[in-house]
């Protein structure tokens, strides 16, 4: 990482889109529980991860799920690929899950997209429900996905990253992980933005500021 870059830690939908709108390389942290899902999928072999609003959102941000699910679309085609939705609640059926996707879906299917599963966002335990090699998964979640939904309508340059147990990581290697990341993803981006999901989850907030640190090492 080149040491003239900037590294700036902030919280919420609103700073990772500012974030993004400067041309920083945006990394999402949303422990409990977009991130540490998505983290885990790449891990278990997905192809890609993404993350997107739910139909309805308070966060005072421009967003748009249609896009992403567009986008998820012609990744899946490239790739031919299947898509895996994950979303809320956590406990209940695929039916309640995808009442919050439909946008989501609309653009999936726009752009000729199939959605083979819709799973719930538990973390790590989420890729032990189905084989996500060669998948994308698109996580359709209130905190994580507003501000990753947020942040791509400004710039691609958006990853995750998580401290918690990922599917085959524990301990600091999912920070260490997501520094990682960070440095292959770094390319011609201003600088990296470590966006807290959200600022009133202290586990959000620990976790940015950690993973800050050990990039700052």
Known sequence: MERFKPLIVTSDASGAQEAARQG??????????MSTTLESALEAGAIAVLGASPDETRAPVRVDPEGMGRYAAQLADENRAGIILVSEPRVGTDQDRLQRCNKVMQGISQAGGTVEAVLPNLGAETP???DMSGKVVVAVTD????????????????ITGTVARTYQHRGIEPARRAVERARQEWGDARGL??????????????AAQFIANLMLK
């Open 143 to 158: 905190t994580g996905g507003v501000a990753y939904d947020a942040a791509f309508l400004e710039s691609p340059r958006v």
């Open 24 to 33: 920083f390389l945006v990394m999402i942290v949303d422990v409990i529980d």
């Open 128 to 130: 032990r429900m189905l």
């Open 193 to 206: 933005a470590i966006v807290a999901a959200s600022r009133n989850s202290m586990e959000d907030v620990l």
